[in-house]
């Protein structure tokens, strides 16, 4: 008998629990799972334990398309780890374990919505549109149903909580959304360098709707719109460069990961195939061909039709190759051909099956031209029915043309007929019940309103002047009181008898205040000066004066002239504003005629909307202002010039943006001066015998386009 010492003891003791802790307590396990088709192309998955399962913890990816959920403490004793299923949307369902968890991926052809429910020890997973057995919507907020022991949250009301853009150990930019409840339709797909993801039923708040510009981060992602639509929010990524991206979500998180690709990864995507299917290894010498098709229709899990013309045997080695690669191989090989019709694939020859298609098409030509003819009356709506009538008529225009009756099919059959009703604006057809549904079909998708834009034009002219003078008059006078003479700077003061007394009285009085003014030596005053400063010496008989004069002026003016407009896509629109000038001119039988000129403010613009939203505009702006009367040679009289401004241009624009479109920036600095000769010449001194002028004129003309394109709808 052996005894253990205490010490052992506590050692053993203590690895006993480190082996406990070390393996994860499995809580329950997974006994059986089943598949089921519902109605609407849902399926569901039910998963039974042994006792009550634990919540799961789920992600989705976009592509490819996979719904993956997370069972803790859970181990699996199922045989079977892949379970093929064709229920419509589903490719087949996985079961793995390790770690002390199972997981379930199942595999989708397009990611749709998944609900997961308790009921006693099953957990039920219900892929699809959820169904209103379960979900009950009310007006308003979320609300909670029960279904068994587990209450399900609806997705009425849901909406992003949060936002947030940040740059991974790679490289790649992370748009990393937070949503109040995980169970949300969200549809990712690609147009260009640009990636859209689209939330239907998920409101976005007033604080993230807006343009993100993150191209600081250093990723391929450069802009992210965040808006609003008619029917949830969709986030706008654009990128540049080569890039992949990839969309899953954990819980309430659903990330956008756009990485950057290496040289190494361009060069081995431009090197892939059209081929996506799993892949398998055949190596088979001198083996029928039935017998390989046979193989692929196993691994693919497909049914197959062979023709009884399909024979031969084939000696093909293939290994890790994409099953359709295989299978396209084969035929060629043999010269067969395939049609896929759901899950069901026929194989015949490619003679044989090109020979039936052509009896089916002579078959279904000769019924149309059997079946009975009906009329119907359509009424368009937002088009014009003539333009309908001539889309129509294409038949017939061509015949009269001498065309090949073999280049397109017609929208009328040869037994059809459509006549117009121009009053009601509708369509009178006359053609087979299937024509009538295409044409029915047709007429929905052109009868559709035109998209309204709105062009606002600012046309902005500035205009600035700046004026400085400086001049000074000189004035002086000779008197000689004895001989009553008086000799001013410019001449002999003798024709006015009463100033040349006054003069001599006041100089005779020893008055200085007298009233005469001695004549001018020089006048190089400002006229119309704002300031001047007059200095004057009387002597006995001499007498001086001196006026310096000052102007500067300055000037600011601004003209905003905005001419709006709206019209529909591709359709021209025009606005004036002005008046007509008069004006005579010469007729060809020598009399004199009035003709009238435009001066008017005019804006012809054609809008086209481009699918991504943005316009296309082709302007021409021409702003006529009246000018200066000039002498009209022969007509006796004169007539006004006109000052024109124009702009013709093409530009595109993003909707609500505004472009500058041109600018004209004129200057004009004209410096002048006025002088006495010899004595403006004199240095220093001759300051005083002249008169300088500045003028300085700016003007600046600015064009500012902005169009929107209004909204059918408005959405809140």
Sequence with gaps: MNIIKPRNLQRYLLWVVCLILSHPLLASELKDIQFSSLQGGRFEARLSFDSTPPEPKGYTIEKPARIALDLPNVSSSLKQKKFPLSYGNASSAIVLEGNGRTRLVLNLLELAPYLTRVEGNDLVVEVGEISSDYLKQTAGTLQQVSRGDQKVETASGNRITDMDFKRGQNGEGMLVLSLKDPKADINVYEQGTKIFVEFSEVSLPDQLRRRYDVGDFATPVQLIDATRTAKGTRFEIKSSGDYDYLAYQTDNEYVVSVKPLTQAEVEERRKEFAYVGEKLSLNFQDIEVRAVLQLIADFTELNLVASDTVTGSITLRLKNVPWDQALELVLKTKGLDKRLVGNVLMVAPAAEIAERERQEIEAQKQVRELAPLRSEFIRIRYADAKDLLTLFQRRNNRAGRGGDDDEGEDILSERGRVVLEARTNSLLITETSEKLDEIRRLIKQVDVPIRQVQIEARIVRANSDFDQSLGVRWGGAYTKVNSDNI???????????????????????????????????????????????????????????LELSALESKGRGEIVSQPKVITGDKEPAIIKAGTEIPYPQSASNGETTIAFKEAVLSLDVTPIITPDDRILLDLLINQDTVGQLVIATGLGGQVPTIDTTE?????????????????????????????????????YIGRLFKRTQVEQDKSELLIFITPRILADTLVE
């Design 487 to 545: 000799v001013s700077a410019n001449g002999t003061i003798e024709e006015n008898n009463e100033t040349s007394t006054n003069l001599i009285d006041a100089i005779n009085a020893g008055n200085p205040s007298y009233e005469v003014v001695p004549g001018m030596i020089s006048d190089l005053g400002v006229a119309g000066a704002a300031g001047s400063f007059a200095l004057g010496f009387i002597g006995d008989d001499v007498f001086l004066n």
């Design 647 to 683: 702009l013709k241009t093409k530009v595109l624009v993003g909707n609500g943006e505004t472009v500058v479109l041109g600018g004209v920036y004129e200057t004009t600095d004209i410096s002048s001066t006025t002088k006495v000769p010899f004595l403006g010449d004199i240095p």
